[in-house]
């Protein structure tokens, strides 16, 4: 594995150990480096079992923290990094129509009133969408006044 060397100027030191609010895992970062900090401005160097044990964190997690240090700076281990993980979603305005169309129409043969795993179902066997959950159906149909939880038989 390659060995990453932690050195911290008095500046970097400082702007870590600034008060403030801050995020758990800016401070855990924040701690990392600073027991890493192998610089002129670091009294005693702390080994990486000895960081983990106390931080209660992983070998690796110590490693990442380093390494992204070095190759990208300080303010890329103290900012948290965007999500880049997104869905698309299923329920454009066309399938919701369809969907509420769908939920004020009669029920199924033998069913008192549409459930959402019923109207999931329907929807994919119509063609409207490849597969559903009946948790997209509830989102949906939240925000309308259709929401199953908004009535009140009797």
Not at 13 to 26: C, L, M, N, V, Y
Not at 81 to 106: N, Q, V, W, Y
Request: overall charge positive; glycine content about 4%.
């Amino acid at each position: 594995m390659k060995k990453y060397k932690v050195t911290l100027t008095q500046q970097e030191r400082e702007a870590i150990s600034s008060k403030g609010k801050h995020a758990a895992q800016t401070v855990l970062n924040a701690l990392i480096l600073l027991a890493c900090d192998e610089g002129e401005y670091q009294k005693e160097r702390s080994t990486n079992e000895t960081i983990s044990q106390v931080l209660n964190v992983s070998m690796k997690t110590i490693d990442r923290v380093k390494k992204r240090f070095v190759e990208e700076g300080l303010d890329a281990v103290l900012a948290r990094k965007p999500a880049t993980r997104r869905m698309p979603k299923k329920a454009d305005g066309d399938f919701e129509a369809h969907l509420i169309a769908l939920s004020c129409s009669e029920p199924p043969e033998g069913y008192h009133r549409w459930s959402l795993r019923l109207l999931a179902d329907k929807v994919v066997e119509l063609n409207y969408v490849d597969h559903i959950s009946h948790e997209t159906v509830r989102q949906v149909l939240k925000k309308t006044s259709l929401s199953p939880g908004n009535r009140k038989d009797g």
